[in-house]
């Protein structure tokens, strides 16, 4: 059985950081693609960004150069650090994985497993 459980979410002031913990368990394939989505208020949930299992990463336009993915194989944990947070980065975000296909880019919603969300809220 699958489990993803976010943690790290909060409330913090625009251009402030936060970093974002995804907890993967009952995973045995090697080969998978771990990625970042958000869902704000009254908006459709979008991809922020992904990774694969050999380390290639992909960013959102909205996100690129603020958020970085990364993971830490031994722990099972894929993370996101947040910089430079705006009001606009206010939403739920959620970890999602597959074993299949590979990450191909931050559109894809293609996944298996999903986690409950972590909420993340930027004031101005």
């Known amino acids: 059985q699958v489990h993803l459980v976010e943690s790290g979410g909060g409330s913090v002031q625009s251009g402030g950081s936060l970093k974002l913990s995804c907890a993967a368990s009952g995973y045995t394939s090697s080969n998978y693609c771990m990625a970042w989505f958000r869902r704000a208020p009254g908006k459709e949930r979008e991809g922020v960004a992904t990774?694969?299992?050999?380390?290639?990463?992909t960013y959102a336009n909205s996100v690129r150069g603020r958020f970085t993915i990364s993971q830490d194989n031994t722990k099972n944990t894929l993370f996101l650090q947040m910089n430079s947070l705006k009001p606009e980065d206010t939403a739920m975000y959620y970890c999602?994985?597959?074993?299949?296909?590979?990450?191909?880019?931050?559109?894809?919603?293609?996944?298996?497993?999903w986690g409950q969300g972590t909420q993340v809220t930027v004031s101005s």
């Open positions: 999602a994985a597959r074993t299949w296909g590979g990450c191909i880019n931050v559109y894809d919603q293609r996944y298996d497993d």
């Open positions: 990774i694969s299992n050999s380390g290639y990463t």
